[in-house]
């Protein structure tokens, strides 16, 4: 059962524009979440974070956005770049530990 | 800047051999943990560890023990190795309080 979901496996942008990138999540006791950034070969990097309280988090280029009654989080990249051409996760916190989308491809064309 | 390294790179075992994952981490972080990546399935949780000598079960603990006898070092055990074991394994760190997980390079294991 698949608690945290990324329907979109995949992603192509036009460098420039903005990347949006989903999530969904079944369990309403979640009360923090993150995004990760992944190239290949390497290791997730954290990217931005969220708690339930707050409804939007920004950092640069990166918001994430939190829809409590919908269970839906969302990453906006703006303007995306050819460098953040990565497979994305979104995280979800539970009891002691974090539950991992299956993560989006997302590639920003130059 | 927080170090997390992984014994190996790559790795190629043969069906029932014993496995040894290494991690390291230099920050001294309380906190670490095993993850397995497989295309369309993310990251699942194997193993975690809270403090030395103290772990926890993850979502998928079946076939893999851990070991953590030194704050630093998180080892994952694959006692005796399957095909269906093949993965990227990721090691993680964090301190504790801190949500944010530092990750290492990956291995990739092949079981033949």
């Known amino acids: 059962d698949q608690q945290v979901k990324q329907n979109s496996p995949s992603l192509s942008v036009q460098e420039g524009r903005i990347s949006i990138l989903n999530c969904d999540y079944t369990?309403?006791?979640?009360?923090?979440f993150l995004w990760y950034k992944k190239y290949p070969a390497e290791g997730p990097t954290f990217l931005i974070s969220?708690?339930?309280?707050?409804d939007k988090n920004e950092d640069g280029r990166f918001t994430v956005f939190l829809n409590k009654s919908a269970k839906h989080l969302s990453l906006h990249i703006v303007p995306s770049q050819p460098g953040d051409s990565a497979v994305y996760f979104c995280?979800?916190?539970?009891?002691?530990?974090?539950?991992f989308g299956t993560g989006t491809r997302l590639k920003v064309l130059a | 800047d927080v170090k997390v390294t992984q014994s190996s790179r790559y790795l190629v075992k043969r069906t029932g051999e014993k496995v040894f994952l290494e991690c390291v981490q230099d920050?001294?972080?309380?906190?670490m943990f095993w993850y397995r990546q497989d295309p369309g399935l993310g990251l699942r949780l194997i193993y975690f560890?809270?403090?030395?000598?103290?772990?926890e079960k993850g979502d998928i603990p079946e076939g893999y023990s851990v070991s953590r006898e030194k704050k630093e070092r998180f080892s994952l055990i694959l006692e005796s190795a399957s095909t269906n074991q093949t993965s990227m394994y990721l090691c993680?760190?964090?301190?504790?309080?801190?949500?944010?997980?530092?990750f290492g390079p990956g291995t990739r294991l092949t079981v033949t």
């Open positions: 993680a760190s964090s301190p504790g309080g801190i949500r944010e997980q530092y």
């Open positions: 369990n309403s006791m979640f009360d923090y």
């Open positions: 969220i708690s339930s309280i707050k």
């Open positions: 995280a979800a916190e539970g009891t002691y530990k974090y539950i």
């Open positions: 920050m001294d972080h309380e906190n």
């Open positions: 560890s809270y403090d030395v000598k103290m772990k």
